[in-house]
């Protein structure tokens, strides 16, 4: 055995394929027998992490199951692939990642699947993603349980029909823990178990057959990180935190994305600074003789940079809620009332507009923050949940809910205006068949200097 077999075979790294695949294309585009197009998405493919020039996507497939890619331009011209194979040794099932440069704006680009014969196995249209681009639309979603085939596929068609620019999964993207029904069966989960309930979402929800992809990007919450209310004592959270790097790629050298502590990154697009948090791999309920944490002193002093550095409109995206306050809700002021003190003490400060965005709880709302604690006119948008049980916001009491839904749907923010103290937001909430449950226009700004109103803090 050579010694790349070994290192693929004994630790699962990665084997590299620097070629641009010579396979005959065949013709996925020939109609069937009752006239319907013949293609049939036939593996769960991803598009992650895209700019103008490139992006980065994942193919779930059989490790004993030889592949080859082809990307294509517009114009039918190879572009070159790089190909990274992740497995475990445990699994029969890997996630090839694929990096394909030469993209061009507005043009459709097309990915060929087929086996090592040259047969076809799948195609896909993907993009390049402007990055510059104002009018751009995004998608905030969260909790997108496998449980429930016939309620993921409509919401799944509602959002393609919506066709954002982009996706952002705030939590829960998956569900590590057996169910019963819907029903989650709490317990912590070893990393083959971790990458088998990965591997089983992928196959099954319906985005990730999409012939046209959209990007999605990720950070987790309890139920994709380890177990319900898990946090920094999770013993496996260092493979977790593979496993989910595995399946939601991030780019290596950009200038506009930045990794911060444990899976927090932030990412510069649209006229607005985006800041995914990680609310689960440092977070640490008090206990007696210690304080607790939500995102850790090394997490929080690099959210401090990155928050002080921003030219522009910023968004905070984390999994559980900042100001859910309800007795049974996960979230930073019932869990972490001192962390969610000095975000709002840096949010008071001067600078960009800050919106707060959440998921986790099975409803959708708009609050207005309290203006004397974080300095202006400024929210909480929260997504949940995608398509898994609806929740029962009723038992939340709000005194500055602006829109709520407790119906499945996902969020599309069209950002209007974004300068560096002001962003006008266009929020619609849709649910099945792209039905409209609530759509709000908000205005981020900061208050002038004598402003003031009561403190929730």
Known sequence: MNRRDFLQRTLGLMAVQDAVYDFNVHDFSAPGPDGAPAHRPGLPIHQAFADATSTLL???RETG???????????????????????????????DLLMIDGLALNADHRLFVASEKGEPIDRRVFRALDLKNPDARVCVISCTSDANHRRQSRMWDSLKAVAPDVVFCIGDAVYIEETIGEIIIPEESPPEKIWRRFVETRQALDFFRFERLIPMMAIWDDHDFGHNGSGESFRYKFDSKLCFETFFPRPRNSERFEPGPGLAFRWDAFGTRFIFLDGRFFRRNASLGASGTHWGVMQKGWLQTQMAASPHPIWLLNGCQFLGDWIFND?????????LKWLFERMR???????????????????QLPPADVGGAFYEITSSSMHTVPGAPFLNNRTKRLAVTRDNNFVVVHTVEATGGRAVMDVVSYG?????????????ERAPAEASGSSRL
């Open 58 to 60: 994942t193919v779930v």
């Open 65 to 95: 199951r030889s592949l080859a890619y082809r990307a294509e331009d517009s114009e039918g011209r190879p572009l070159p692939v790089k190909v990274y194979t992740h497995s475990r040794n445990d699994s029969k099932w890997g996630v």
């Open 331 to 339: 979230s930073v002021i019932r869990n972490h009332p001192e962390d």
């Open 349 to 367: 400060g001067s600078g960009p507009p800050v919106t707060l965005f959440s998921g986790d709880v099975h409803y959708s709302e708009i609050v």
């Open 432 to 444: 099945d068949n792209q039905r409209e449950l609530f759509n709000v226009r908000l205005t981020a």
